[in-house]
């Protein structure tokens, strides 16, 4: 055994046997009368040139739960694939000027070298590539499924486009008018594209949010983004016409104190209600003009005569509320965000309906107009007549069954959620299973004739004209031969990136099936996804969708669980520090250097600014895993990436923390050779270290499956010094058990003193070590073990026993663990001391 622990050589080594082995390769025809465990990450897009350490702590702490499941008695599914269509990659390969499938196919290569690197546990035979054909022909499948049961449908509707990205995004994409990923301006624009009814399985998708064990924050995201409300509407008079409005309210705890409404700005009713007024064309025209991201109005200089404050409500036109919501015509008040910013930006007066129950200081806010109060759960009515001093959910539920008694107003339940804008005018994505015929209406290309495979184009780039790139594909790609003879053409937009995620999972059941798009058996066994690790950002994105996309394959039968993922956890993100000089430029870590707090710039001892970011490119502060590995090691990485703090925590990178790891690898290596050396047998008088493993044995394993790593790691690293202070030889077992706790860390190391120490089998594949119950110590003593007057050592015997028995034992000890001879003298102090004189 090597004196010095050397990482590179016994890496690359474990990394060999288990590939030559195919250690972690999951039969089809697994045996299922054994429980499974499916535990998934989100794939990566293979945009970047390669994985940084923040991609890593999500892979690692998954594979760590792989690892310990499989050695817990269980089947473990544990795939990995690549996102690779999509707007990403695209961007990627247009940035460096190359082909998307180049560039593709270039970071897979990089991305899975890595990650083998890494000592991750995946079956790589399930690997799946979303822009593989073999792939993409299923997600065309689904498509036709979704067409023909009416959920795929082409509609001619206001749009978000962006013109730097020359596509249409959706909702979901869309924050303030910018498109998320990039902060390209976004503007609304009427084209006719392919939507898909994600509406009609809104209530499914919120009530099921109830059965799944995710972050309470993803799912009020979602039922936030889905947004049930209770809406009442009524016709209200507009003052001196003739004319009435259907009016909705969807806060009706505030309506008495409603400040004003809100026409959107599209409403066809806008011409009827100006047609007397000799402002109307100026107001029109600014109607026509709205194309910006902050939300605007115009007065209308009419009122409505409201009956419930019985005062003039002033009619706005703005884009606050869009036309497809409720009736297009909203109550607005002071205790929702929008509606605040807008009067105050307008300098319309504003009432307010509740405030809140103890805090004196939120109400002098509140009073000063500083903020809108939203928290109806701790608040109470003002302004409200009898309803005073109640809480605002009962004015609501009293007042609906009120008005609809009267019959002066209708209820209505909506939702916010709209129906998902799937088309997209790029290239870099799955082609529609769609075909026009010579009437220009839409018809399924033949499941026989799936996939429908994207045609190879150099200039694949949008233009600026809303036209697809795919209209420059070759004549033979572009023209469909119908039976009768005539020619029909094919659907020249693709699928938007977040198609092939929607049932990547599923695909990973069976990867390689090309009759079907899953085994049902297989699907029924392995389904639901046990845990699935990815980033928050996709709570209202891919977490939807794949929603979506499961319970229409549960209704067509294809997959018996009617949510894809059971638990769900979301790695925090790992930023580190960037460097910038006083032009805002930035440097690269090596151009710096740090005397006490200040970091200055090596070529002009200049002091920069230095903060803590998001790792990126641009910002030169991205640490790249393949230097840390060559340094220290994947095993020390993988450690550090989860002992750096709680999973789900935002945390900095600290290159030295990787350092702290291999030391503790390195304390690990001297202790296995102390281990080697010794023959003798496992002492059974150790009672104290033996209680100690066995709870450190437990609380690692529980510690691990509550997926609370950096504990788990500092409990390991604890340990470890206990077994350096032993003074007499750690018991074999003992050490090996240790071995078995730090094995799914640190995977490699493992193997190899495992393999040194005599075991023939992967440390991988052998059972947890069984645990056994703590020792009954009620009967026993702890006794301080003396050698000339000096502590050696606490060990525990049975208090009963007579001196004279305990004497004997104790010279036996000391001839089989310390090779003394018999001692002169042994003085016992009954359950207490034991000194021995040599």
Not at 279 to 302: A, M, P, R
Not at 415 to 422: A, I, M, S, T, V
Request: aromatic share 14%; hydrophobic share 40%; net charge positive.
């Amino acid at each position: 055994m090597n004196f010095k622990y050397s990482p590179h050589n016994i890496e690359e080594k474990w990394q060999k046997r288990w590939k030559d082995s195919n250690a972690f390769y999951v039969h089809p025809n697994i045996n299922k009368s054994k429980k499974k465990y499916y535990i998934l990450d989100m794939f990566p897009y293979p945009s970047g040139a390669g994985l940084h350490v923040g991609h890593l702590a999500g892979y690692t702490a998954t594979d760590v739960i792989a690892r310990l499941k499989r050695v817990l008695g269980f089947n473990v599914l544990h795939p990995m694939g690549w996102d690779a269509f999509g707007l990403p990659t695209e961007r990627a390969a247009a940035r460096e000027n190359t082909h998307p499938e180049t560039i593709s196919t270039r970071n897979i290569i990089n991305f899975k070298n890595q990650i083998e690197k890494l000592g991750y546990s995946y079956d790589w035979s399930r690997e799946i590539n979303t822009s593989n054909e073999k792939y993409y022909r299923w997600t065309q499948w689904i498509f036709s499924k979704l067409y023909q049961r009416g959920l795929a449908y082409l509609a001619n509707t206001t749009v978000n486009w962006c013109p730097a990205l020359g596509t249409v995004l959706a909702n979901e994409e869309v924050s303030n008018n910018k498109y998320i990923e990039t902060g390209d301006i976004v503007v609304q624009k009427k084209m006719t594209q392919w939507m898909l009814k994600i509406t009609n399985y809104a209530e499914r998708l919120l009530n099921d949010l109830d059965y799944l064990d995710w972050p309470e924050n993803i799912k009020d995201m979602q039922r936030n983004w889905i947004g049930k409300t209770n809406i009442i509407s009524f016709k209200c008079k507009v003052k001196s016409s003739n004319l009435h409005l259907e009016i909705f309210s969807d806060s009706i705890h505030t309506i008495y104190n409603d400040s004003f409404i809100s026409i959107a700005y599209d409403h066809p009713i806008i011409p009827l209600l100006l047609k007397d007024d000799p402002n109307k064309n100026n107001i029109l025209s600014f109607c026509h003009s709205i194309q910006t991201d902050e939300i605007v109005g115009v007065f209308s200089n009419y009122y409505i005569e409201d009956p419930f404050s019985n005062s003039n409500l002033p009619i706005w036109i703005s884009n606050l509320n869009p036309f497809s919501y409720g009736t297009g015509i909203l109550r607005c008040s002071s205790h929702k965000d929008l509606d605040f910013q807008f009067a105050k930006k307008y300098k319309i007066p504003l009432k307010h309906s509740f405030i809140p129950i103890f805090d004196n200081e939120l109400r002098l806010n509140m009073s000063l107009l500083h903020l809108s109060f939203k928290d109806i759960s701790n608040g109470f009515l003002i302004n409200s007549g009898k309803y005073n001093g109640k809480n605002p959910l009962e004015l609501s539920k009293s007042l609906i069954k009120i008005l609809l008694k009267k019959q002066i107003t209708s209820h209505q339940i909506l939702f916010k959620l709209k129906d998902w804008l799937f088309s997209r005018q790029r290239y870099w994505g799955e082609p529609f299973p769609i075909i026009y015929n010579n009437e220009k209406t839409p018809e399924l290309v033949p499941e026989k004739d799936l996939p429908v495979k994207l045609p190879f184009i150099a200039s694949y780039l949008p233009s600026p004209n809303t036209i697809a790139p795919l209209e420059k594909a070759s004549p033979s790609w572009r023209f469909y031969p119908l039976p009768n003879g005539k020619i029909a053409t094919r659907e020249i937009n693709t699928m938007p990136q977040w198609a092939g995620s929607c049932w990547y999972y599923l695909r990973f059941i069976d990867p390689n099936n090309d009759n079907e798009l899953c085994d049902k058996k297989l699907s029924n066994y392995w389904l639901p996804v046990d845990l699935y690790v990815g980033g928050i950002e996709h709570a209202v994105l891919h977490l939807l969708y794949a929603r979506f996309w499961h319970k229409v394959l549960f209704d067509i039968g294809i997959v018996n669980t009617k949510e894809p993922f059971l638990k769900l956890f979301n790695q925090g993100m790992i930023l580190s520090r960037s460097f910038q000089d006083t032009f805002g430029k930035y440097l690269f870590v090596s151009e710096v250097y740090q005397k006490k707090d200040l970091f200055i710039k090596k070529s002009n001892n200049e002091v920069v600014v230095s903060q803590i970011e998001k790792m990126s490119k641009s910002r030169l502060n991205v640490i790249n895993p393949d230097e840390l590995i060559a340094q220290y090691g994947a095993d020390s990485l993988r450690l550090y990436e989860l002992f750096m703090g709680p999973l789900d925590q935002v945390k900095i990178w600290q290159t030295n923390g990787i350092e702290g790891m291999f030391r503790f690898l390195t304390k690990v290596w001297f202790l296995s050779r102390q281990t080697l050396s010794n023959n003798k047998k496992d002492n059974p008088y150790d009672i104290p270290l033996w209680n100690e493993y066995y709870q450190i044995l437990n609380l690692v394993l529980n510690l691990s499956l509550d997926l609370k790593f950096n504990v788990a790691i500092s409990k390991m690293m604890i340990f470890l010094n206990t077994l350096l202070k032993h003074k007499f030889p750690i018991p074999k077992k003992i050490f090996l058990g240790f071995l078995q706790m730090l094995a799914p860390y640190a995977p490699h190391i493992c193997e190899e003193i495992w393999e040194i120490l005599g075991q023939k089998k992967f440390i991988s594949k052998t059972p947890w070590p069984s645990f056994k119950k703590y020792k009954n110590i009620k009967n026993h003593a702890c006794l301080s073990l003396h050698l000339n007057g000096k502590k050696i050592v606490d060990i525990d015997v049975n208090q009963d026993l007579q001196p004279n028995i305990i004497k004997k034992k104790i010279a036996h000890f000391l001839l089989n663990y310390q090779k003394k001879t018999s001692p002169k003298k042994i003085i016992v102090i009954p359950n207490k001391i034991i000194n021995i004189i040599s």
